[in-house]
């Protein structure tokens, strides 16, 4: 089966800075997905960014970008200029191209404190 | 075009109650998934539903839970005589295809609490 570990339960970061999350997983299959979902205080799951595995080139969205190194099972999350919005639970996960690319698999989150 | 709608937001129950939660897919969207968050985890797949068929629900726990989506109607995901365990967050996510996961809609939950 497939895990999802992300290993910081907490993060911290001022405002404007640069802060990096951790992510890594296991998994047998060489075609998946990988996501950084967002949750805030309204427990809204918000999508910020994916990875399809195939893919060599690393994912960017605005601020937001992955570091993505597929022989390491590694998927970390990069997010720029640091605003007080970006203050959420974040969560890694993962989907299985065979099981289903809608049935996902989460990590245990990371809590993102903004200083300002 | 309204989000995925989930009610209620928040549920109370005694145990041994029955709890019924709720999800309407977005417009046009014929694909349901229903996840669970305990606290300070990660959510969890239950199961995943078409109209009116069960079509994974390799996550569910065995006894007390089972869901639906009906042909009319939103989905629900019932749970008979709640247990304190049973309290989380419960998610529905929606779709319009299988196998599109950036296509895929979150509601923003049913807090469960039990007494």
């Known amino acids: 089966a497939q895990t999802v570990t992300q290993s910081q339960p907490e993060m911290s970061v001022q405002e404007a800075e640069t802060v990096t999350l951790s992510c890594t997983y296991d998994?047998?299959?060489?075609?998946?997905?990988l996501f950084w979902y967002k949750q805030p205080p309204s427990r809204q799951m918000i999508l910020v960014i994916r990875?399809?595995?195939?893919?060599?080139q690393n994912a960017t969205e605005n601020r937001f970008s992955v570091n993505f190194q597929k022989a390491a099972k590694s998927f970390s999350l990069k997010i720029s200029d640091s605003q007080l919005g970006d203050a959420a639970m974040y969560f890694c996960a993962y989907s299985s191209l065979i099981q289903g690319a809608q049935k996902l698999v989460f990590g245990q989150g990371t809590r993102l404190t903004i200083n300002p | 075009n309204a989000g995925v709608m989930q009610n209620p937001r928040h549920l109370v129950r005694r145990r041994g109650q029955e709890a019924r939660l709720r999800c309407s897919p977005m417009k046009g969207h014929s694909h349901v998934y229903w996840y669970r968050q305990l606290p300070e985890e990660g959510l969890k797949f239950m199961v995943y539903l078409q109209k009116e068929n069960i079509i994974d629900e390799s996550g569910m726990p065995k006894e007390r839970f089972s869901a639906e989506f009906p042909k009319e109607g939103p989905s629900i995901l019932r749970i008979q005589q709640v247990v304190r365990g049973d309290s989380a967050a419960y998610f529905c996510?929606?779709?319009?295809?299988?196998?599109?996961?950036?296509?895929?809609?979150f509601g923003s939950g049913t807090q469960l609490s039990v007494l």
């Open positions: 998994t047998s299959e060489s075609d998946y997905y």
């Open positions: 990875q399809e595995a195939y893919k060599q």
């Open positions: 996510a929606s779709s319009a295809t299988w196998g599109t996961p950036e296509k895929l809609f």
